[in-house]
């Protein structure tokens, strides 16, 4: 029986492929039966009269595919063969998308770890490459397995940083960089003159910073009680307490070395306000001031 599977065949993960098996009918006398079916592995495939059928796989590999076909000719005589052809499922590649520029400050100093951010988990690129499931992240001083890590940085400079992706169905990324700008700054602060008019208390006093992640921002803030809060461009603010005093201590210490809290005012009468609240806080809290 010349059978023929029509192979091979080639297809995406989740995708139906497209299968149809044929045979030379007019060598058969007329009043002939024909009947077909497919089998991937052991599991039977539905197939229609024509030997069509439809099948999909889920992961990418090669896969062995079997067509037997029946004919039964109209004095009752059957006739039995078989054809194999193979099927290669393969995904798309996916795409690394490590994010940048970033820019960020020195760890211990002035500014927080940065946070990176690469393929989403929700992100679908495209659906022959499906979701991403691996991050591979290396860093100078080390590597992350998750979409989004921090890293810290001891020492100012330009740095490069590179992220590989492997999708739901095993597919991997080139890697692919991105750089890095760490500096060393400083971030201001301000107490408005017109806020200082009797009473004192409730006068806001704004941290601003324009390397700071917002992410950071907020856990900063979230990690006070909110007794901080985000301005939303780039800063955090407070009020100082019924007493007309602002306390440092709720502010995380690694993020005090070197920065200088500055006041913009107007007259000499508003400065000796401020340094007389300020002269209240401790020694270690002191230090970190510039008025």
Sequence with gaps: MALDANGPYT???DKPVELACSINKEAYPPGAFFQYQWYVG??????????????????EGNYSLKCVATVTTSEGLVLSGSAFTNVAIEAG????????????GI????????????????????????????????????????????????????????????????KWSVP??????????????????????????????TLSSSHVDSNVLAQIAADSD???NTTGDG???????DNGYYEFAHLIMTFLPHKHITTHHGDTETQRKIKGQISYLNVAERRFLEI
């Design 176 to 205: 692919k960089t991105a750089e890095v700008n760490v500096i060393d700054g400083k971030i201001a602060g301000y107490v408005r003159a017109a806020d200082l008019r009797t009473p004192v208390k409730e006068v806001r006093l």
């Design 226 to 228: 909110w007794k901080l």
């Design 107 to 170: 760890h211990g100093g002035n500014y927080s770890p940065i946070q990176f951010a690469g393929n989403h988990p929700d992100f679908v690129e495209d659906e022959q490459i499906g979701k991403i499931t691996v991050w591979e992240w290396t860093f100078p001083n080390g590597s992350a397995t998750i979409y989004n890590p921090t890293c810290k940085f001891t020492q100012a400079g330009k740095y490069t940083i590179s992220l590989k992706v492997k999708s739901r169905y095993g």
């Design 93 to 104: 590649k996916p795409t690394a998308m490590p994010g940048g520029h970033y820019r960020g």
């Design 11 to 13: 297809g995406k993960p």
């Design 235 to 241: 800063g955090l603010w407070t009020l100082t307490d």
């Design 42 to 59: 052991t599991t039977s495939v539905e197939t229609d009269g024509n030997g069509k059928a439809e099948y999909f796989w889920t992961a």
